[in-house]
């Protein structure tokens, strides 16, 4: 894959050229998660605003209805608190992402050595794999369920506040 995205111009198009390999589709999540977490790295890190669904605090000197005085008093500590759950979302999905980058996230869920061979199972040639060590290697099926609901949860935050992705 290689993609050249250049700066905004003042007063043309910008230029875009994207390329995409059969090999980069094999894995489209991870080839996916390879750009999309450090430009999410970056959002969080650069961002001037919060989307507006974190902002609405009530108070705000712009709206046209007017409100009660202790609303406005503190509109600047709400809003704050607006742009720390902001932050928590983009790290939830920052971390998700981040885990997708990685080959072997789900290493740390097999403990001890593990050896595999294959047995024809039947006769039609199909073969079965079989766990030739179980007593010193186990797999935390439980742990490795947990990570993955964690990476489903920022997975989910990023395609509901994907229309939020900018600065």
């Not at 198009?13 to 999540?29: A, V």
């Not at 750009?35 to 974190?54: C, E, M, N, W």
């Not at 980058?101 to 290493?107: I, R």
């Amino acid at each position: 894959m290689k993609i050249s995205i250049g700066k905004f111009p003042k007063n043309s198009r910008r230029k875009i050229n994207i390329q995409i390999d059969p090999y980069d589709t094999w894995n489209l999540d991870h080839t996916m998660a390879m750009i999309i977490y450090p430009a999410l790295v970056q959002l969080r890190d650069t961002k001037h605003g919060i989307p507006s669904d974190f902002a609405h605090v009530g108070g705000e000197n712009w709206q046209q209805q007017q409100s009660f005085d202790f609303y406005s008093e503190t509109v600047d500590e709400c809003f704050d608190v607006g742009v720390e759950k902001w932050n928590k979302v983009l790290d939830k999905m920052i971390w998700s992402f981040q885990q997708l980058t990685l080959d072997n996230y789900d290493d740390q869920y097999h403990h001890g050595e593990i050896k595999i061979s294959w047995t024809k199972a039947d006769p039609l040639g199909m073969s079965e794999m079989v766990d030739d060590n179980p007593n010193e290697h186990w797999y935390d099926h439980v742990g490795h369920m947990l990570h993955e609901e964690r990476i489903q949860e920022g997975l989910d935050l990023f395609g509901r506040y994907y229309r939020n992705l900018w600065d």
